[in-house]
């Protein structure tokens, strides 16, 4: 048996960066969920994955959603990403965002990173799904650090290179 404790202090070595997955369904409906099991997938065709909690509140909208938006959150976005780490009611007419270009998907200013994408397809993992997105629009920033998550806290990256 693999004890739930040990699992996530073991899993929590791995380092992940933190994004916030939305998505603006036909009624016009915004959603949006703080994750760190965003990846990419495959190259061509362009794919990219993450998981959600069956349980999580905004479950239903992304198994309906047709399409979401990946925003890749920098070091100075730890408010954003709680916001979205909560099972509180999301506060949209206190955040600053905008329609994402190709898919409508709410984005925030100063992201490292945008990633908009058709829904692929929704697999079951256990108590989580997995979602896979076609890539139809990327968008990086220039310069920008990343939001890391790492030992159950928020950490910058720490960009000496060791190679
Ligand atoms: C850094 C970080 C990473 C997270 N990664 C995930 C994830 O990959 N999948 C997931 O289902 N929940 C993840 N969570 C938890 C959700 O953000 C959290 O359960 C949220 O409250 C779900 O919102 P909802 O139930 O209101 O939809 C993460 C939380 C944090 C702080």
Known sequence: MIDARNFRDTLG???TGVC???TQNEAGILDGVTVGSFGSLSLDPPL?????DSKANCHQAFRAAKSFAVNV????QTDLSR???TKEARPWSELTHKPAPKTGAPIFENCCAYIECEMEAIHEGGDHDLF???VVRLEAAASGR???YFGGSYRRLDTDRVD
Do not use: N
Not at 73 to 76: A, G, N, P, R, W
């Open 132 to 134: 896979i997105g076609r």
């Open 13 to 15: 070595r791995v380092p």
């Open 83 to 85: 916001v979205f780490a």
């Open 20 to 22: 916030i997955i939305t």
């Open 48 to 52: 990219v994955l993450w998981s959600l």
């Open 73 to 76: 959150l920098s070091e100075d």
């Open 146 to 148: 990343p939001l890391l």
